[in-house]
C-alpha cells in the first residue's frame, strides 16, 4: 500500500461522517490532503501543492460548483413525504417510497448557499473531495453528498428522473456548533427493495481519529473530512451570506457553516468508478434512515469521452487511377473529457447507407486506420481494417486506456465522392467494460469531395480507306467516316452514348462504359447522304457534312460531360 505525507492546517473539526457507498470492496488507502488538493478546513488556496475551493474551478479536473437559492420560499430544495437514503430517486427505482421536493423554505440550519465538488487523480488513484456551506450555524445539522453514476435531475412535477445504481456514493457529516471529532460509516448501496443498504466498515468497529491538524479519518484513511471549527475566509470567487448578520454578505465563514471531505473511490471499490451527476443535502441526521432537507444538484460528468470524425483538409480527396473509387483521408479524435481514466478504447464505424450501389461499401472498399497518435497506451500496429465491403468489422482497439487525446487517422478508398458516415468510440470505466460511449454523425460541413470534372472528346475523320465519298450504283454516293471517342478525364465514365444523326438510324452507335484516360476506336461508319451541303450541284465543289455527339456521366462526380464534331467529306478528291 502507498503511504502518502498528510498534512492540514485545520485545528479542529467536528463532525460525525458516514460514507455511503454502492458496490464498494474493502481494500483501503489514504485521502491526500496537502497534494493536488488541499483538505484543511478551509477553501482559500494555503502554502501546500495543491489547490483548493478559491482556484479548482480553474483545473481541468472534473468540477461542480452550484450556487443554490437561500432564505427563500421559492427553494425547490427542500425534500419532503420522508424522502431518505434508503429509498430510491424516483418511482422507477427498486423501492414502493421515493425521494420528493417542493418548492419551501429549509431551516436556516439547513439552508445550503453553495455546494461544490471535483475529482482528481493521484497516482492512478481517483479521489473526490467535495464540500459546501450554509446560510447559519444556529443548530447542529446533518449534510451529505451524493454522486450517482446515473444521471438524475428535477422535473416540474416534484419528483425526480433517474434513479440508483450499484456503485453510487454518498458521504454525510454533521455541522457541529462547537466541533468534535466524531464517527464514520460506510455502507453499500446492493439494490435489495427491503434493505438497500450493507455496512461495509464502521469507525465504531474498526475506529477514527482526529490528526494533530483536526481531520477526522478513518483508521485505514480513505475517507476523511473536516469541518471549520474557527472562522475561515470565504473564496473572493463567490459571495457568501450570514444569516445571524441579518443575510448580509460576509468575507468570513463563522464557525461550524464551512465543510469538505474527501473519499479514495479507487481503494473504496477496487478501481475508479464513473459517475454522472452530483448531490449535495441537508439532512435530520447522519443516520441512514434520516429525514432529508435541502438539496442541491447538478452533472458530475466523471467518466466520459468524446469523438469527433472530419475529412482532413490538409490531404484533399483524390480519384484513385482506377477511375471509379476517391481516396479520403479523415481524422478522428478521441477525447477523455471526463475526471477519471478510461480503459479498452475502441472505435467501430458504420457505412451501412442504403442499397444505391454507388454507396459504401462496395466490392473493393476499404477504411483504414493507418497512424494512431496521442496520448495512447498499448496502441497496435496500423495499418487496421476498420471497415470493408462486407460492411462493420465490428470494434477496432486503438489503446488499452486513455487519459487526454488520441488521433487517429482513416484512410478511405470507396466509390462514393464526399463520403458521410457515423463512428462510435467505445470505452469502459474499468477494463473489459463497454459503459462510456460516444457517438458522432459527420455533418455537411464535414466532408470533403474530390474536386473532379468528367471529360469526352468525339473525333470524326473522312476516311481513307474505303474512300470518303463514292458512288453507289454510279449515281449514289456513300459517305464514310472514322469515329473514335475518348474519356479525357481522371474518372470513369458510364452510360457512354455516341450518336451521328445519319448512322445506325439515328441510334447510338456505342453504349457503354469508358475507362479514365482512355480512347476507344468505334471503327468506319458509311451512309447515303440525302443531299449535298448547301445544294451544291457542281461535282468538283460537292461536300457532305454531318456532326457526331458523345456523352458520358463520370462515376465519380455523377455529372454529365458531352463533345461534337463535324467532318466534312468531298465527292471529289481535292486537288492541288
Known sequence: MRTLTLRSTLTAAGLCLSVILAGLSTAYAQVPKEDPFELDGNALDGAAAGFDWETFQTKPNTQKFIIDKFNDSTDDNFFKGGSKDERDISSAGVTQNYWLNTPTTPPDKDDIEHAFAVNTVVNGEQVIYFGADRLSNSGDAAIGFWFFKNKISEKADGTFSGVHSVGDVLVTSDFKQGGSASVINVFKWNGNPQSPLTLVASSTTGGGSTDANGVFCLTNLSACAAANSSPVGVPPTW???????????????????????????????????????????TRTSASTTAQLKDFALGDFPVCSVNVEKVCDVGVPPVVNQDGSSIDTTFKVTIVNDGGAPLSDIRVKEDFTRGTNPLLFPVTGDICQITAITGDTVNAPSVPITLIDSAGTKGEVKVSDSLVGTITLTVACKTKLNGLANQIEVITGSTPGASDVKDLDIMTDAEICKATVAPGIEVIKDCSATPPA????????????????????????????SVIDPYLNGGLSIYSDNLDSNSSKSLGTFCYNPTASDSGETDPSKITYTDQVTAKGTGVVSGQEASHSDTATCNLCPVTN
Open 239 to 281: 459571495s457568501y451570506y450570514y444569516k445571524d448578520s441579518g443575510v448580509n454578505q460576509v468575507t468570513t465563514y463563522p464557525t461550524g457553516t464551512f465543510f469538505e471531505g474527501g473519499i479514495n473511490v479507487k481503494d473504496l471499490f477496487g478501481a475508479n468508478q464513473c459517475f454522472a451527476s452530483f448531490l449535495a443535502m
Open 469 to 496: 465519298v463514292t458512288m453507289t450504283g454510279g449515281v449514289t454516293p456513300k459517305v464514310c467516316v472514322d469515329i473514335t471517342v475518348k474519356n479525357t478525364s481522371g474518372e470513369d465514365l458510364t452510360d457512354v
